[in-house]
């Protein structure tokens, strides 16, 4: 999503936080294997995952960040939006950046989302994750 143009009115629609125990993750990942990760992450989350020399603290913030992003859209995560609907990704810089899919994108024309401002943060034993969701508003509001 872009950010808003001059002129244009946005407000913001929600802000979600969220934080996840690297551990937790580790054990459920050693637990549940495939089958959890191929229902939470896309293929290209776990791709980046996977890379790295501690992947369950990448899992965990990336867990992270899509609770923060599905707490800041009002709904969580369940029958609206999906774990799938969030996906995250690194973007050029370094920051961590989402999509949008299938209900979540839905949603997100819905209610004018303008963009989805995220921040992710690591240390040894927690992943931090916040998401602060503008919207455009209507003119009459």
Same mark, same amino acid.
């Given at each position: 999503?872009?950010r808003?143009?001059?002129?244009?009115?946005?407000?913001?629609?929600?802000?979600?936080?969220?934080?996840?125990?690297?551990?937790r993750?580790?054990?459920?990942?050693?637990?549940?294997?495939?089958?959890?990760?191929?229902?939470?992450?896309?293929p290209?989350e776990?791709s980046?995952?996977?890379?790295?020399?501690?992947?369950? *603290?990448?899992?965990?913030?990336?867990? =992270?960040?899509?609770?923060?992003? %599905?707490? +800041?859209?009002?709904?969580? $995560?369940?029958?609206?939006?999906?774990?799938?609907?969030?996906?995250?990704?690194?973007?050029?810089?370094?920051?961590?950046?989402?999509?949008?899919?299938?209900?979540?994108?839905?949603?997100?024309?819905?209610?004018?989302? *303008?963009?989805?401002?995220?921040s992710? =943060?690591?240390?040894?034993?927690? %992943?931090? +994750?916040?998401?602060?969701? $503008?919207?455009?508003?209507?003119?009459?509001?």
């Amino acid at each position: 999503m872009n950010r808003a143009s001059q002129g244009s009115r946005q407000a913001i629609l929600g802000v979600g936080v969220d934080m996840v125990e690297n551990d937790r993750m580790r054990s459920a990942i050693q637990r549940w294997g495939a089958a959890l990760l191929s229902r939470l992450f896309t293929p290209a989350e776990i791709s980046y995952c996977e890379k790295q020399a501690a992947p369950w *603290r990448h899992y965990a913030g990336r867990f =992270a960040l899509k609770e923060a992003v %599905a707490k +800041a859209f009002g709904t969580g $995560i369940g029958a609206n939006i999906r774990w799938k609907d969030i996906e995250v990704f690194r973007k050029p810089s370094g920051a961590p950046g989402i999509r949008l899919h299938a209900n979540a994108s839905a949603h997100a024309r819905r209610h004018r989302i *303008r963009e989805v401002l995220v921040s992710l =943060a690591h240390t040894h034993h927690y %992943a931090l +994750a916040q998401a602060v969701i $503008i919207r455009d508003m209507a003119e009459d509001e």
